[in-house]
């Protein structure tokens, strides 16, 4: 990090921390009002929170309303209500989940012949105090669910609100690409991999306790995603020694044949993972600690029109995951949690083998760190603040499989890779950016202060800021390897023997594709690597005012800040000006209501404004303008163009930048520069803004069940989309672009293709959500949600150099080009899931989940470039007509896997249990995957996707002993 941004780091850190240091961590709140016989309020009684299992206590004392409040940690309470006078009631059985807040009302009689009241109750299960709209994953639920790989992110699935199909990874796909749409939070530090490319950090199931999953209307003190929250707490030690050493095997012998491949996929999986926790301090502190080890041997087969290509790699996957966290509770009115995890990853293939050439794929190491401080601290029994200083950092590398001597990076070491060749209908791909590493560090303050007070009702307001340092490293081998433009006819017939050895390119007879070959595109720098800082600040005001016994308001208005968001400071004339404004007008007010019916119903709505956090690829695409030099020299006929494009060596950074036509006055014989992904212009910049309304009943159907139904709709403005040629010029009369090709017809013929992005798209999501949970009891459990759902969204007008300025063409264009609005990508019509678990009886435990999803929308496209248009929309086919947009819908999904498992007593407090999983239990062909390329031969059928829900019926045998 630059002298500068620890400078300002400091600065934010040194202003927030000398704030009053205050609280106890805010994971949950129980209030509730304290009454005499005759339902008159009692102040002053002092009640105390005791969390069982680590002995913690919380004080508070009620106010002239007789309302106390108690920010406190998850687990299980026993309360106890003393004054002066009257009987000390004591209240147990209070079990909340994170993010929860328990209304808890006692009554206390005046003092007679029992001197103590002890009532034992569960926490209410309706929610009288917020609108937001969540779904909490229990402890139980975390621990005792069938969970292929043990991706605990696998379990927000079963969310109410959650629209996403694949398991594990993130919690939500992105509905729009390039467009995240969530954050995830461990112990209320952000942790979200904002790099775009390489995934998310990883985290053990054995770590994360339980985790709450904000569909909606999250409130002010969260923000930076226009869709969900992901708040998951960590592990930590109690009153009693306790540990866990487990392991968890699966095998192909033990599968059913991939229904793509029509072969039993060979593979297995080794999973290690152990535990220990307990008192260093009893009642006071305490320590936790877990390792974990993966091991995965597996096997990928391509699967292409050509059968020379569909080979089979082995490899292994590994991971090592880590977590330490120690708690100390100084006093009722102190703790202090520290915390610290690391983990590793290697992904010996990425992406699998699919329907494309095998050398596609490559591999990918990832690395996880992160550190926490935590210091709460109660003022009064009206007051608190939590103060947290944490570092997330997140980093990964790619490498090819293949290799090539004559790499056009060569001569600075690196014969990693392959040229990229598009034909019409396959591809010999592969990021255009590896070899490549990314890394991310966060530095995050954060202050959150909470004051109580009574006027015209109770007033519970949250107020804090927090300040990110988000510093970044991209380091992209941009189109080094070059790629070859080979769409100007047919797949050649002898493609198996042109490409001869499919992962060394010294192999490859490139100059038999001259004849179909349409022009090169290889990027050339001194230096590859772009380094940027990401200043984010927050500042928020949420007032949860509960006006009278039945109707809490939820009011809030929160400010986000992230400088140079679009990358602001870059200028790269003539396609990036200087002097485009920040974008800092970002308030989002928000508001929303509980009305309590009556005992078993609850009303709840509101609505609320909400803008993104941003991607890396605003900042390094548009920056490299200057630093690397895309040539894009078009086949001059010469029989070795694919080999020999410049018709010698390649040009250094400097030599590139004099051949190019816009640097030496298109001297004959120049050669046309390209861009991608440039910076926004003024107008097209403004961040995605996002409306979020929901209206809604929450009714306890049972002692202890309830059910949910929420109306809920999403409007999002300023969508990012890419436009990848804004060099072409369009024809008002026709409505379609003139042939870029031509260079009469470009905007700047002296370049070639140059692509933006801007915030331009538009979408609405309309859903009616609802859910049933059943809490533990009777020895079941069980919830199930439903959705029903439309996606649209719309393509904005194509952005083209006009009159010396990037701007919106001004007049309708093709459908295909721009302008239309219709059902989206993503758009899926029913959603449904189940679980739950069920102790038999002598330790003998069964536990389910089933997902249904209806299918969901892609779009289709022609694998050529009949526009001309040097880049981007497919949709023309060779018979004039327009492939409709997302018209391909696929297969709908059924999936169940159960466990089965058997608990033994082994003496002295030790127990093992014996595990039996089963995934997909009747064996139903899923797709995730298609070939969606009309030119290809395969066009509509299913691709092998490699993302868990998508597999064949697969075993897994597993053991846990615990202390």
Request: glycine share 10%.
């Given at each position: ?8 780091f ?8 000398a ?12 209030t ?7 339902g008159g309020?009692l ?9 069982e299992?680590?002995g913690?206590?919380f004080v508070a004392v ?11 940690r ?9 004054l002066?006078?009257?009987?000390t009631?004591?209240r147990?059985g ?16 005046v ?6 009241v002890?009532?034992?109750s ?7 105090t917020t609108?937001?709209?969540g779904?909490n ?16 992110m696998?379990?927000?699935?079963l ?6 199909n ?16 969530f ?7 952000q ?23 904000i569909?909606n ?10 869709g969900?929250q992901v ?6 030690g ?14 192909s ?13 060979p ?8 535990a ?7 009642d ?11 091991r ?8 292409t ?18 977590t330490a ?30 329907s ?11 690395t ?34 293949t290799?090539?001597?004559n790499h056009?990076?060569?001569?600075n ?12 209908g ?7 950016n590896?070899?490549?590493y990314?890394?991310q560090?966060?530095y ?7 004051f109580s007070?009574n ?5 519970d307001?949250?107020?804090?800021g ?32 042109i490409?001869?050895v499919?992962n ?5 007879n490139?100059?038999a ?30 007032d ?13 208005v ?17 396609w ?17 209501f ?9 009303v ?7 803008y993104?956090?941003?991607i ?15 040539l894009?020299?078009?086949n ?14 390649y040009?250094t ?9 816009s ?9 046309l520069?390209?861009?991608e ?15 979020q ?13 309830v ?19 804004v ?8 409505g ?13 013929p ?6 933006f992005?801007a ?15 059943k809490r ?8 199930a949600?439903?959705?029903l759902?439309?996606?649209w969204?719309g ?7 006009i ?22 990508v993503?758009?899926?019509?029913h959603r449904?899931?189940l679980n ?6 002598g330790?003998f435990q069964?536990s ?6 209806s ?5 289709s ?10 880049g981007?929309?497919?949709r ?6 327009l ?5 391909f ?9 159960i ?19 089963v995934?997909?239990l ?17 066009y ?17 045998l ?6």
């Amino acid at each position: 990090m630059k002298s500068g941004a620890l400078r300002w780091f400091a600065i934010a850190a040194t202003l927030i921390l000398a704030l009053p240091a205050v609280g106890a961590a805010q994971e949950v709140v129980i209030t509730g009002t304290v009454t005499d016989a005759t339902g008159g309020v009692l102040p002053g009684v002092t009640v105390t929170a005791v969390h069982e299992a680590t002995g913690n206590t919380f004080v508070a004392v009620t106010d002239e309303r007789g309302i106390y409040r108690i920010p406190a940690r998850v687990g299980g309470y026993r309360l106890t209500a003393e004054l002066s006078g009257f009987t000390t009631v004591t209240r147990s059985g209070i079990t909340l989940l994170v993010g929860q807040t328990a209304n808890v009302p006692l009554q206390m009689t005046v003092s007679g012949v029992a001197e103590t009241v002890t009532v034992t109750s569960e926490a209410p299960l309706l929610d009288i105090t917020t609108s937001e709209l969540g779904t909490n994953v229990d402890p139980q639920q975390m621990s005792e669910l069938p969970v292929q790989g043990r991706d605990w992110m696998t379990l927000a699935l079963l969310a109410a609100g959650n629209r996403t199909n694949d398991m594990g990874g993130v919690p939500v796909q992105d509905s729009r690409e390039d467009n995240p749409e969530f954050q995830t939070n461990i112990d209320g530090q952000q942790v979200t991999a904002q790099l775009g490319p390489g995934g998310q950090p990883r985290f053990s199931r054995d770590t994360i306790a339980e985790f709450q999953f904000i569909a909606n209307r999250f409130d002010a003190t969260q923000g930076r995603s226009t869709g969900v929250q992901v708040n998951a707490i960590t592990r930590s030690g109690t009153n009693a020694y306790s540990g866990l050493f487990s392991g968890y095997f699966r095998d192909s012998d033990w599968n059913a044949e991939d229904p793509v491949l029509k072969r039993v996929v060979p593979g297995s999986e080794q999973q290690w993972s152990m535990a220990a926790g307990g008192p260093v301090m009893r009642d006071r502190f305490h320590f936790f600690g877990h390792f974990e080890y993966d091991r995965e041997p597996r096997t990928s087969i391509a699967n292409t029109p050509y059968p020379a290509f569909n080979i089979a790699l082995e490899g292994k996957n590994t991971a090592k995951l880590g977590t330490a966290r120690l708690d100390y509770q100084l006093s009722p009115e102190n703790r202090l949690m520290v915390k610290g995890n690391l983990s590793k990853y290697h992904n010996f293939l990425t992406p699998e083998l699919g329907s494309n050439h095998p050398s596609s794929s490559g591999t990918e190491d990832n690395t996880t760190i992160g550190l926490l401080a935590q210091y709460t601290q109660v003022l009064s029994s009206r007051a608190l603040n939590e103060v947290k200083v944490g570092y997330a950092g997140y980093g990964f590398n790619n490498s090819n499989l293949t290799t090539w001597s004559n790499h056009p990076q060569a001569s600075n070491g690196i014969t990693n890779g392959h040229p990229r060749i598009q034909f019409t209908g396959f591809q010999v791909a592969g990021n255009t950016n590896w070899p490549r590493y990314w890394t991310q560090d966060v530095y995050t303050v954060r202050d959150d202060f909470t004051f109580s007070y009574n006027a015209r009702g109770r007033h519970d307001m949250k107020a804090g800021g927090e300040f990110l340092w988000d510093k970044k490293v991209a380091a992209n081998c941009s189109f080094c390897m070059g790629r070859i433009d080979a769409r100007g006819g047919p797949v050649p017939a002898n493609i198996e023997q042109i490409l001869a050895v499919w992962n060394n390119a010294d192999t490859w007879n490139l100059n038999a594709l001259a004849s179909i070959t349409r022009r090169y595109r290889v990027g050339i720098s001194d230096s590859f690597p772009v380094r940027f800082d990401q200043p984010k600040s927050a500042a928020w005001v949420q007032d949860d005012w509960r006006v009278t016994d039945r109707l809490t308001l939820n009011l809030g208005v929160r400010y986000d800040l992230i400088w140079n968001a679009t990358n602001q400071e870059t200028v790269a004339a003539p396609w990036i000006l200087g002097g485009r404004p920040q974008d800092a007008d970002n308030i989002q007010p928000r508001l929303g209501f509980a009305y309590q019916w009556n005992d078993r119903t609850v009303v709840r709505g509101g609505a609320g404004l909400y803008y993104p956090d941003i991607i890396a690829g605003n900042f390094t695409h548009s920056t490299r303008i200057n630093t690397v030099t895309f040539l894009e020299p078009s086949n001059d006929r010469r029989s070795d163009f694919p080999s020999n494009p410049f018709n010698g060596p390649y040009p250094t950074y400097q030599q590139a930048l004099q051949q190019t036509c816009s640097s030496n006055n298109n001297r004959p014989g120049c050669i046309l520069r390209a861009a991608e992904e440039l910076a926004p212009p003024e107008g097209v910049s403004e961040l995605t803004r996002t409306w979020q309304t929901s209206i809604g009943v929450q009714r306890q159907i049972a002692g202890n069940a309830v059910v949910e139904v929420d109306y809920v709709y999403k409007r999002d403005d300023n969508q990012k989309v890419l436009h990848p040629n804004v060099n072409v010029t369009y024809d008002q009369a026709t409505g379609v672009n003139r042939p870029f090709a031509a260079a009469a017809n470009r905007p700047l013929p002296d370049w070639g293709q140059v692509g933006f992005y801007a915030y331009q798209g538009w979408a609405n999501y309309h859903a009616m959500q609802s859910s049933v949970t059943k809490r533990f009891s009777d020895n079941w459990q069980a919830s199930a949600t439903y959705t029903l759902s439309g996606y649209w969204n719309g393509d904005p007008a194509p952005l083209a150099m006009i009159g010396g300025v990037v701007r919106e063409v001004p007049f309708a264009v093709a459908g295909d080009l721009g302008g239309e609005y219709t059902l989206g990508v993503t758009d899926q019509r029913h959603r449904l899931t189940l679980n739950g678990l069920w102790q038999v009886r002598g330790g003998f435990q069964v536990s389910g989940i089933y997902f249904f999803g209806s299918g969901e929308r892609e779009d289709s496209f022609w694998g050529q470039d009949l526009r001309d248009l040097g880049g981007g929309s497919q949709r023309l086919r060779p018979n004039g007509t327009l492939i409709p947009r997302a018209n391909f819908v696929g297969d709908e999904i059924h999936r169940v896997d159960i466990r089965l498992s058997q608990r033994v007593p082994l003496g002295r407090g030790v127990r093992a249990d014996g595990l039996l999983e089963v995934f997909n239990l009747f064996d139903r062909a899923n797709y995730g995957q298609y070939v969606l390329d009309e030119a290809s031969r395969q066009y509509g059928q299913p691709e092998r996707n490699p993302n868990i829900a998508y597999s064949p019926r697969a075993l897994q045998l597993g053991f846990r002993l615990q202390f």
